[in-house]
């Protein structure tokens, strides 16, 4: 293992104890944990056939258990609600109420984070952005997770005339609002 790796781990490992404090410092503002954080932002960016707890263990590493929990937490504030999906009434769909969409709006970016990204340059924060979507495909690769991308860059977003899309996955039409979220299922098209 050259310095090169040692030191991008190094760096990698501290930028996400960085984000972690900054996540409890902000959310203890509101009796909030991290997770809590992690499982609203996560709702705030899927699709509809990716906000169920199973979408939400998948995509944060989480045990059913702690996923459970959560959703009970933030049920009772009232920062989420649940629905049946309508051909599995075993499935629910979680969504977030307008008290949550609120929360977020006020705390996600922290405001930290802000103030930092203002001091890159606008060809500083570009570089950083394609160079963190490359590192974070490849670590994903790499440990053979999911990619949870966005809609439109999938192999089974299908480009329809009039500007509409399908899903060639899951046979169904998609609206440009659905292709500009993250989803479960999503495979890169190059891969
Ligand atoms: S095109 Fe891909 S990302 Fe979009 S809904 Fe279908 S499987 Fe999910």
């Known amino acids: 293992m050259g310095?090169?790796?040692?030191?991008?781990?190094?760096?990698?490992?501290r930028l996400s104890e960085v984000?972690?404090?900054?996540?409890?410092?902000v959310g203890a503002k509101y009796g909030l944990q991290p997770v809590?954080?992690?499982?609203?932002?996560y709702l705030s960016l899927c699709n509809r056939f990716s906000d169920t707890p199973m979408g939400i263990t998948e995509y944060l590493g989480l045990t059913k258990g702690t996923v459970s929990q959560t959703l009970k937490v933030l049920e009772k504030k009232d920062y989420i609600t649940k629905c049946a999906d309508d051909l599995d009434k075993r499935i629910a769909h979680i969504k977030l109420t307008q008290?949550?969409?609120?929360?977020l709006n006020d705390i996600v970016p922290p405001p930290g984070f802000k103030a930092a990204c203002a001091r890159l340059t606008d060809e500083?924060?570009?570089a950083l952005g394609d160079v963190l979507e490359q590192f974070l495909l490849q670590l994903l690769q790499t440990n053979s997770m999911k990619t949870f991308g966005l809609c439109y860059t999938c192999r089974y977003n299908k480009k329809q005339d009039a500007?509409?899309?399908?899903c060639a996955l899951l046979n169904i039409d998609?609206?440009?609002d659905d292709t500009q979220l993250i989803c479960r299922e999503?495979?890169?098209?190059?891969i």
């Open 124 to 126: 500083q924060s570009a």
């Open 36 to 41: 809590q954080i992690q499982v609203l932002r």
């Open 186 to 190: 999503h495979v890169l098209e190059h």
């Open 99 to 103: 008290a949550g969409k609120g929360l």
């Open 174 to 176: 998609l609206s440009l």
């Open 19 to 25: 984000m972690r404090v900054s996540a409890r410092n």
């Open 3 to 13: 310095v090169k790796t040692n030191q991008l781990y190094d760096y990698t490992e």
């Open 163 to 166: 500007g509409n899309y399908m």
